[in-house]
């Protein structure tokens, strides 16, 4: 099978680039253009379509030079040139931790051991494991300035560094980091203080350590820098001096645009993070020096801002949406249609913020976002029936129930949504105006795609009155997600013991 992207239906001159896809190598992109010239010239209509859309002399038998241009222009690049020295630079900072499987020698293992790598098995197992290599091997921080870095053993660094001061940015060890971001991400030894910890940091950076240091996981953009690292994904994971040595690294140099550290912290309701990266810089500049290595690519700081400002809205995080707000997050312009970055915005079809609010049922945000400036939102009749129904109001959805088709239609996988946000009263509803309660669809955000049903996101969630719901409505246990789990593997998975005792009887071996 051809491994081209089949362009979307439409005008060639309103046609939009598309992300890269994940991992992406030169080879797999030569490949593309080598299938593009010869399905052009074979005369496949949807591969002329693509030339027509990306090349100025239209739909035509492209040669390879042609084809590669066309590659380049359908992934957003204005040249072959242009999209190789792109990959070039994600090659060069590509790392894959998680798939580090064996460490050869203890300094190695202890490194691979000790640190957040952001894969399935972080763990406290993992880490203490680091943490009694240590113990079995102290002289590992005298051997290598990765491990004395991790082990923040700043009278080591500091011996490391008197001998040869370019180990400050020395990248090594098993997932081929610098030392800051082995210190960053180590999670081995709760009882290390903070003192030792800031002091080894500064020995780095006193001797040319990037506090901006970081790299691609997977070659995705954006990075896991150093602070990235410190944050960690919550208050579980964060370095156990992790907003102290944040601030050091921000006080540094470090640009506080960190695109990944707020992907990762989006998921609580903590925002602290959010109140230290304003207080250095979040939301202005230029994004910083891995901004400018990645172009047009990376999102602007205003778009990462939107972005975590639609999640907030979404998930009816009202804090968070005030002081976002307050900071000077643009509230007022419709988010990017279908086909826009980043991801997560193209569910909302060029809605303002007040109309994502008022669609996700939050009837009070929508109602404060008014209040602030925003218009007042102007939902067509099948988002009102979503609207009312996510709301929880049984008058206003009866009376819109006209609509039900077309709402049907547009969102199919609503039903699991709204399982997700644990509104009993809306699945009940969805259910009443003929919504599938079998079918697939998305829980983290409002967007279709066939992941898992409501019984899934139930069951992980350990919800038994909301599976209790959806048995009574007719949910079948023994239906499986896009991935073949049923909802009892997926309570198990979870460890959800109540959903799966529920789920247990009712599921065929």
């Not at 490949?31 to 859309?53: C, M, N, S």
């Not at 218009?375 to 819109?400: F, Q, T």
């Not at 509104?423 to 599938?436: P, S």
């Amino acid at each position: 099978m051809p491994t081209v992207v089949v362009p979307l239906k439409g005008k060639a001159h309103k046609r939009e680039a598309v992300p890269l896809p994940d991992d992406p190598s030169l080879q797999q992109l030569r490949k593309q253009a080598k299938d593009v010239r010869d399905l052009a010239r074979a005369g496949v209509p949807g591969t002329l379509e693509l030339v027509a859309a990306h090349h100025q002399k239209g739909a035509h038998p492209v040669t390879l030079a042609g084809a590669q241009l066309v590659v380049a222009r359908h992934y957003g690049f204005a040249s072959w040139a242009r999209l190789k020295q792109h990959l070039e630079m994600i090659e060069r900072h590509r790392r894959a931790p998680d798939e580090v499987e064996q460490a050869v020698g203890p300094a190695d293992e202890f490194l691979a051991f000790a640190c957040l790598r952001f894969g399935g098995d972080d763990s406290p197992q993992r880490w203490e494991r680091g943490a009694s290599l240590l113990t079995e091997h102290p002289a590992l921080t005298r051997t290598s300035i990765h491990v004395a870095a991790a082990a923040a053993d700043e009278a080591s660094v500091r011996v490391h560094l008197a001998a040869d001061p370019a180990l400050a940015s020395r990248e090594g060890g098993p997932y081929g980091w610098e030392p800051l971001l082995y210190l960053a991400y180590a999670r081995h030894d709760q009882r290390i203080s903070e003192a030792a910890t800031l002091g080894t940091v500064r020995a780095l950076l006193e001797h040319g350590a990037d506090p901006n240091a970081g790299y691609l996981w997977h070659g995705l953009y954006p990075p896991f820098t150093a602070v990235t690292g410190a944050l960690g994904s919550s208050a579980d994971d964060q370095h156990p001096h992790g907003f102290a040595l944040t601030e050091l690294l921000l006080a540094a140099g470090a640009d506080a645009n960190d695109g990944q550290a707020l992907y990762n912290r989006q998921f609580g309701e903590d925002d602290q993070h959010l109140v230290l990266l304003f207080g250095h810089g979040l939301g202005g500049g230029d994004g910083g020096p891995w901004a400018a290595r990645f172009g047009h690519t990376a999102d602007s700081p205003q778009e990462m801002l939107r972005g975590q400002l639609w999640w907030a809205i979404v998930h009816d995080m009202r804090e968070r949406v005030r002081l976002l707000v307050g900071h000077g997050v643009d509230f007022l312009t419709p988010y990017a249609a279908p086909g826009g970055r980043p991801t997560a915005l193209r569910t909302s079809h060029a809605r303002t913020p007040a109309e994502v609010a008022a669609l996700s049922g939050h009837q009070e945000m929508a109602g404060w976002l008014v209040a602030q400036g925003a218009a007042r939102p102007a939902l067509k009749k099948a988002d009102s029936l979503i609207a009312a129904v996510l709301a929880g109001d049984r008058d206003a959805a009866m009376k819109l129930r006209a609509n039900a088709a077309v709402a049907r239609e547009e969102r199919p996988g609503l039903i699991v949504w709204a399982a997700a946000c644990r509104k009993l009263e809306a699945v009940a509803l969805l259910a009443d105006l003929g919504f599938d309660v079998n079918a697939l669809g998305r829980g983290d955000i409002p967007a279709e795609a066939p992941w898992r049903t409501a019984l899934h996101e139930a069951a992980k969630a350990g919800d038994v009155a909301m599976a209790r719901l959806l048995l009574d409505l007719g949910a079948d246990p023994n239906i499986r997600s896009a991935g073949g789990a049923t909802p009892l593997a997926a309570a198990q998975r979870c460890g959800q013991r109540a959903t799966a005792e529920l789920l247990a009887p009712l599921t065929h071996a």
